[in-house]
């Protein structure tokens, strides 16, 4: 029977019959396992990411995101780079949004060159400027379900399509929408990235990351990865797939906290900006209405009174913490311009639409009553 996402976030993977009659799937502390007629060779192994608490996380991934397969590994950039590697490899070009996470913005400037890889920046908005980018070398297209700082939405369906036509793999860093409110594979992207560190485990205490979509690809994918060794260890895995039990309650929540808490900020009076895909002001709220179960938990505002207004609301919220990442069940706030994208020149911050000021919200699960409270009294 086929099930909704909140009982494959639950069940799906976990081994059945149960282990013992275990209702916790337990951790499988063990390096190495016997090698007899059933385990053969590649033996089980942590390293080759075989081994029982790794497949039943793949499992419940791959259920969720609705694709053949999925490969979990030590980090979000892991899962980033080791792809990027596998599919570009070797002498490849890849086209990729502008506005990316600021480690794979650094993959791509710092590291690329050294390993013979090359890209282009692409507006994921504009499909029709795609085109003149385009290299006979090029292998890929990557973008993000929703940027960050800017929660900008990509013309999803027009990346799958360009892909498409031109024989290139389609990948998608998904970590801002989790498979709640939106599951990549469903229109046709080849590959689904995440860093498991945000949504996915979504208690701020591991670090993790994953790569979902076609199995002939993620074979591909984990053949590299058993060089280069970046495997999830069963307590991690253990950990993940107990915070993924939650997803689906903790991201509606969060959506709706987002969307109340944004429009309660776009009409105050003191707010010169508010980034949030849910309201109608949005640039490309039509798409994230049309691609999207639910608008996330993260979004972004500027005040109008700079810098002043800014120090001021930081220092007086009570709710937040002012702390990178995301995802997590406590709400956090930062300054993109001085955190996740203080690598960039003030020019390039300036050409991305980033303002100085603009201040970046991860919504976690507080009452969201309380988090508008918090921001009333703070923005004084
Ligand atoms: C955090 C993040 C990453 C990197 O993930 P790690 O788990 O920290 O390696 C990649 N992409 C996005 C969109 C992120 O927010």
Avoid at 355 to 368: I, Q, T, Y
Wanted: net charge neutral; proline share 5%; charged share 20%.
């Amino acid at each position: 029977m086929k099930r909704r996402i909140d009982t494959k976030a639950v069940h799906s993977g976990d081994p059945r019959p149960r282990l013992q009659g275990s209702i916790v799937t337990p951790i499988f502390q063990t390096a190495m396992y016997e090698y007899n007629n059933e385990n053969r060779y590649p033996n089980r192994y942590i390293r080759l990411n075989n081994t029982p608490n790794q497949l039943f996380l793949n499992e419940k991934l791959s259920a969720l995101e609705e694709a053949e397969a999925a490969m979990v590994m030590t980090s979000g950039m892991a899962a980033i780079s080791t792809t990027l590697f596998s599919v570009l490899a070797p002498g490849g070009h890849l086209l990729c949004q502008e506005a990316l996470y600021g480690g794979t913005y650094d993959l791509l400037t710092k590291d690329f060159a050294d390993f013979g890889l090359s890209y282009d920046l692409i507006d994921a908005t504009k499909p029709s400027s795609w085109k003149d980018k385009l290299k006979s070398n090029t292998k890929a297209i990557y973008v993000e379900s929703v940027t960050n700082p800017l929660m900008q939405v990509a013309d999803h369906k027009a990346v799958v399509e360009f892909a498409k036509s031109h024989g290139l793999v389609s990948i998608i860093d998904s970590t801002f929408s989790s498979p709640i409110n939106f599951r990549p594979v469903q229109i046709g992207y080849d590959l689904v990235l995440h860093s498991c560190t945000k949504y996915l485990n979504g208690h701020s205490d591991i670090v993790a990351g994953a790569v979902i979509g076609k199995a002939e690809l993620v074979e591909k994918i984990s053949h590299k990865l058993n060089h280069f060794g970046s495997t999830l260890d069963p307590h991690a895995a253990f950990l993940l797939n107990r915070g993924l039990k939650t997803l689906a309650v903790r991201v509606r929540q969060q959506n709706q906290t987002a969307l109340k808490l944004a429009q309660f900020l776009e009409q105050h009076p003191a707010l010169a900006k508010v980034y949030y895909p849910g309201l109608e002001s949005h640039p490309q709220h039509q798409i994230a209405r049309e691609l999207f179960d639910g608008f996330g938990g993260m979004l972004s505002f500027e005040l109008k009174n700079g810098e002043e207004a800014t120090k001021r609301l930081l220092e007086r919220l009570e709710i937040p913490t002012v702390a990178p990442s995301l995802g997590g069940v406590e709400s956090l706030i930062i300054r993109p311009s001085v955190t996740s994208h203080s690598g960039l020149t003030p020019q390039e911050r300036h050409r991305a639409g980033i303002s100085d000021w603009l201040l970046r919200l991860s919504v976690g699960l507080e009452a969201a009553e309380d988090l508008i409270e918090d921001f009333s009294q703070a923005l004084v």
